[in-house]
T-cell receptor
Framework: NAGVTQTPKFQVLKTGQSMTLQCAQD?????MYWYRQDPGMGLRLIYY???????DKGEVPNGYNVSRLNKREFSLRLESAAPSQTSVYFC???????????FGQGTRLTVV | GENVEQHPSTLSVQEGDSAVIKCTYS??????FPWYKQELGKRPQLIID?????GEKKDQRIAVTLNKTAKHFSLHITETQPEDSAVYFC???????????FGAGTTVTVRA
């Protein structure tokens, strides 16, 4: 039982490059989330998926797209990376309302 | 959408003293309020949560209180120990859209 798995753990991109962050959970959770964490700004919600087949914008969606591929997987895509997207990205999942969210180990992304 | 505010941003306490972190939320539809602890370089992990039909919950040295009328909730850590040093996040989830929103975090330092 791996929980929430994110890949890659580290990535360096050049400005303008694209990439996809992968997230998979094996807990049969309905809801999945993508956050970015920057110093002093906490965990800001980028996009989330309340259930398979649905996705919604969070606080900071600009520059990102997501795909809920199936119940297990929720990917985050940067189409044209910018230095402002340098951050630590966390994926999380939970069963739904009133339940604990479990986090992946994070992806440290640097855009130069 | 939901807006969660957290205070203070940093907190330094003497070992054995108590620590209190306060959060407010804006959406009256929020009904689940978890607290997460994040140690340096690690992922956030749930330490305690409270649901809207409960006013207080305790688990050993930590407790959370909720005032739904005033839309605020607090984390209390008693008899602090060095291992309590970490970043603590409050969060809220709204039942109508499943969005899980976090506060900006409080860095707690316990001085020996």
């Amino acid at each position: 039982n791996a929980g929430v798995t994110q890949t890659p753990k580290f990535q360096v991109l050049k400005t303008g490059q694209s990439m996809t962050l992968q997230c998979a959970q094996d807990m049969n959770h309905n809801s999945m989330y993508w956050y970015r964490q920057d110093p002093g700004m906490g965990l800001r919600l980028i996009y989330y998926s309340a259930s398979e087949g649905t996705t919604d914008k969070g606080e900071v969606p600009n520059g990102y797209n997501v795909s809920r591929l199936n119940k297990r997987e929720f990917s985050l895509r940067l189409e044209s990376a910018a230095p402002s997207q340098t951050s630590v990205y966390f994926c999380a999942s939970n069963q739904g309302l009133n339940t604990e969210a479990f986090f992946g180990q994070g992806t440290r992304l640097t855009v130069v | 959408g939901e807006n969660v505010e957290q205070h203070p941003s940093t907190l330094s306490v003497q070992e054995g003293d108590s620590a209190v972190i306060k959060c407010t939320y804006s959406d009256s539809a929020s009904n689940y309020f978890p607290w997460y602890k994040q140690e340096l370089g690690k992922r956030p992990q749930l330490i305690i949560d409270i649901r809207s039909n409960v006013g207080e919950k305790k688990d050993q040295r930590i407790a959370v209180t909720l005032n739904k009328t005033a839309k605020h909730f607090s984390l209390h850590i008693t008899e602090t120990q060095p291992e309590d040093s970490a970043v603590y996040f409050c969060a809220a989830i709204t039942f109508n859209d499943y969005k899980l929103s976090f506060g900006a975090g409080t860095t707690v330092t316990v001085r020996a």
